[in-house]
Every structure is written in C-alpha cells, then in structure tokens.
C-alpha cells in the first residue's frame, strides 16, 4: 500500500499542500502548533472517512473558509485509487475514482492505515469505551460487513433500551415486542462476538510478540476479551444463543427497571496486563504505552493477514517519547514494509540508516 500523492486544500491551518510520496518513510519535523498532526489527520480522514480527533468535520475547515477537500492517490499492488473527502458547512462528501461513496462501511478498506497519537496511551488507561472502539474500529478496517451489523447492532439498542424505559414507566414485564427485539438483539450479539474473539486471537499473538522485541524480553504481554456475559468464554459457540437468551430473560426485571441493556458486546471490555499485572490500575506510564503501542503494531500485521496488503503506518508524536533504543527498534520493525508518516519535534536519537532513507519535511505555519 502506498500513498504516493496527497493534495490537501484548506485543510485545518494547511491552505495548500501538494505533497509527491511514493517513498517508503516520511518525516514530518517542527516546533509545536505548526500543522504536523493535521497533514496525519488528513491521511487518516483519506483511510476511515472521519478524523481521529474530532466528530465535527467542521472543525476541519481552515477557519474563515467555506470548503475543505483532502485528496490521495493510492497504490494498491496493481490497482490505483483516487479517493477525496469533501467537506463543507453542509456536510463531508467521501468518493472514491470519482465515485461518491454514501455509506462509509464500503468506502472503509480503501486505504488501510493504523495511527499511532498520543490519546492511544487510553487505550490501557481509559474508559472500556475506549477499548470497545479500538476493536470495533479496526476490525471494521478489515470487515465491512462487521460494521454493517455493529451498525444494526446500535440501533437496535437504542430501540430496545427506548422501549425498556416505556416498560418501567407502565410497570410491565411483558413484551411481544421486547421477545421479538430480543431475537435480533441476540443474533448480531453473537456474529459480534465471534468476530471480535477471532480477531482478538490473532491480534495477541502479533502484540506478544512485539511488546516482547521492544521491551527485550523482560515483559510478556496478555491481552484478555472480558465479556459482560462472563460464562460466554466457558461456553461452546454453539450454545450462545441459548446461554444469552437465558441470560436476557433473568435479567428482564433489572433492565426494564433500570431502562437500559445490562449484557452483550456493546458492554465488554479487554484486560491488558504485562507478567500478570493489571496494566489498566497498576502499569506505569511507560508500560502503558508500550503496550498500547504493540497492539497498534499488530494490527499491521493482521490487516496485512486479512487483505495481502501492508496498511500505512501514521506515528504522531511517538520518537519523542522512545528512548534510543526503542526508537530504533521500532524503526527497525516496520523498515522495508509498511509506508510510514511520522511527526517529530526533532530528529534526536534517529538512527542514521533511518534518516539517510528517510523524506525529512521541515513544517512551519501549515506550510
Ligand atoms: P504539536 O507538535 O504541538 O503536536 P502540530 O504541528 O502537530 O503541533 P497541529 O495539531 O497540526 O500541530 O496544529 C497546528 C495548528 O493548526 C494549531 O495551532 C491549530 O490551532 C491550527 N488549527 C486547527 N484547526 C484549524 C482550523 N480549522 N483552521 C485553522 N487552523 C487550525
Ligand atoms: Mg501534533
């Protein structure tokens, strides 16, 4: 995979870039305020369709001007791909070889990428939330059809937690209605489920073994799915809907009484630890970060899995936080392989191989 230009017009504080890339490693270096995250959020908006860092596309548009467009051509073995996104007060357009692409779920896959920015450190640190979309977000990268049900998943909660809330304020606990959403609920459940665990398996055997390279050894890293229905990991695939169904029906009473969804996936969480100690509550600010990183590294190697096609790698802000060593290493990992953008305050502790490789750009005032 490789992006070998990109065009940004009125993009954040950038009025024009017109950036040739074909080369394997660029480097994005400058004081702070000067434009380095938005060119990487540019090329993440290109690959997902929405930024990392903000849901109103607005925020996107160079203040003072009506229109924003970031444009990318993209090599994909034999095939190239022209993708844009538009954005203006009314709203953001993303098309594909001229083609508009109404549902993101298909758009999505075009430009395989993983970020790596400084709020990934949450992904040990924060809320379960925060986890919950790390896995919905990339494996959605690799199944458009994972996002289609997680889509349907959604609105269905919001259905049937709405109609929960009706139920308590009657006092009932009876429901046509509520068996037959409760069906549904149960079958994108589990094709959720499966999903996640499939991609779960995987993605830990790559994170183990990169958060082993990068901290020499001294830490084994595990990565647990914790569902909110626990007795699902002690129970054949095949029993589900029976061990949720059953689950659901005990729970009636709580639910409706409390007006909301007490089990299923959009309640899980995952468990992070290093030689068994809890990442989340206990883990330094350097092994949180490690491992946050380690599981973003994997996913190169899963999408590769997936798609036979290496996805661009985008590092904000990650050198200035490495030791020299690590650094290196990381730099190491990724050489010869994955196209990489990376924004760095200043090139200290770079290796000279990496720098005589490297495209250096020097960022000031969005220019
Ligand atoms: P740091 O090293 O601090 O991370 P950076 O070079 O990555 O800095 P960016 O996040 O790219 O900085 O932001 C550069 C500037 O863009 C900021 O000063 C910000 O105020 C400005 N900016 C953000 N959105 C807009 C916008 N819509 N219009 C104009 N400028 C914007
Ligand atoms: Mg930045």
């Given at each position: 995979?490789?992006?070998?230009?990109?065009?940004?017009?009125?993009?954040?504080?950038?009025?024009?870039?017109?950036?040739?890339?074909?080369?394997?490693?660029?480097?994005?270096?400058?004081?702070?305020?000067?434009?380095?995250?938005?060119?990487?959020?540019?090329?993440y908006l290109?690959a997902l369709g929405k930024?990392?860092?903000?849901?109103?596309?607005?925020?996107?548009?160079?203040?003072?001007?009506?229109?924003?467009?970031?444009?990318?051509?993209?090599?994909?073995?034999?095939?190239?791909?022209?993708?844009?996104?538009?954005?203006?007060?009314?709203?953001?357009?993303?098309?594909?070889?001229?083609?508009?692409?109404?549902?993101?779920?298909?758009?999505i896959?075009?430009?395989?990428a993983?970020?790596?920015?400084?709020?990934?450190?949450?992904?040990?640190?924060?809320?379960?939330?925060?986890?919950?979309?790390?896995?919905?977000m990339?494996?959605?990268?690799?199944?458009?059809?994972?996002?289609?049900?997680?889509?349907?998943?959604?609105?269905?909660?919001?259905?049937?937690?709405?109609?929960?809330?009706?139920?308590?304020?009657?006092?009932?606990?009876?429901?046509?209605?509520?068996?037959?959403?409760?069906?549904?609920?149960?079958?994108?459940?589990?094709?959720?489920?499966?999903?996640?665990?499939?991609?779960?398996?995987?993605?830990?055997?790559?994170?183990?073994?990169?958060?082993?390279?990068?901290?020499?050894?001294?830490?084994?890293?595990?990565?647990?799915?914790?569902?909110?229905?626990?007795?699902?990991?002690?129970?054949?695939?095949?029993?589900?809907?029976?061990?949720?169904?059953?689950?659901?029906?005990?729970?009636?009473?709580?639910?409706?009484?409390?007006?909301?969804?007490?089990?299923?996936?959009?309640?899980?969480?995952?468990?992070?630890?290093?030689?068994?100690?809890?990442?989340?509550?206990?883990?330094?600010?350097?092994?949180?970060?490690?491992?946050?990183?380690?599981?973003?590294?994997?996913?190169?190697?899963?999408?590769?899995?997936?798609?036979?096609?290496?996805?661009?790698?985008?590092?904000?802000?990650?050198?200035?936080?490495?030791?020299?060593?690590?650094?290196?290493?990381?730099?190491?990992?990724?050489?010869?392989?994955?196209?990489?953008?990376?924004?760095?305050?200043?090139?200290?502790?770079?290796?000279?191989?990496?720098?005589?490789?490297?495209?250096?750009?020097?960022?000031?005032?969005?220019?």
């Open positions: 995979m490789r992006v070998e230009n990109l065009n940004l017009k009125q993009f954040r504080n950038i009025a024009e870039l017109d950036l040739h890339c074909p080369e394997e490693l660029h480097l994005f270096v400058g004081p702070n305020a000067q434009g380095k995250t938005n060119i990487l959020e540019s090329l290109l930024s990392h860092r903000t849901r109103t596309h607005r925020e996107l548009i160079r203040f003072g001007e009506k229109r924003a467009v970031a444009k990318a051509s993209v090599r994909k073995g034999e095939q190239k791909l022209r993708l844009e996104v538009q954005m203006t007060e009314k709203g953001k357009k993303v098309s594909r070889n001229g083609i508009e692409q109404p549902r993101l779920s298909q758009y896959g075009s430009l395989p993983v970020l790596f920015a400084p709020e990934d450190l949450a992904l040990v640190k924060g809320s379960p939330q925060i986890r919950r979309r790390f896995l919905d990339e494996i959605g990268q690799v199944s458009p059809a994972y996002v289609h049900h997680l889509t349907q998943l959604n609105k269905l909660l919001t259905q049937r937690n709405s109609l929960l809330k009706q139920l308590g304020q009657k006092g009932t606990f009876q429901s046509a209605l509520l068996n037959v959403l409760d069906e549904q609920f149960i079958q994108f459940s589990i094709d959720l489920w499966k999903k996640r665990l499939a991609f779960l398996s995987s993605l830990k055997k790559w994170a183990r073994g990169i958060h082993q390279a990068i901290t020499r050894g001294l830490e084994e890293l595990e990565i647990e799915y914790l569902p909110s229905l626990p007795s699902l990991l002690d129970t054949d695939p095949g029993e589900w809907p029976l061990l949720l169904q059953r689950e659901l029906e005990k729970k009636r009473e709580k639910e409706i009484r409390r007006g909301t969804t007490l089990i299923g996936p959009q309640r899980d969480d995952l468990r992070l630890t290093a030689n068994g100690l809890d990442l989340h509550l206990y883990g330094s600010q350097g092994q949180q970060r490690t491992a946050a990183l380690s599981l973003k590294l994997a996913e190169i190697e899963l999408i590769y899995q997936e798609t036979g096609y290496y996805p661009v790698l985008l590092l904000d802000d990650v050198l200035s936080e490495l030791d020299d060593s690590r650094k290196t290493h990381l730099l190491e990992a990724i050489r010869g392989r994955v196209q990489t953008f990376v924004t760095t305050t200043n090139l200290e502790g770079i290796d000279q191989e990496t720098l005589a490789k490297a495209r250096i750009y020097q960022v000031r005032q969005g220019r």
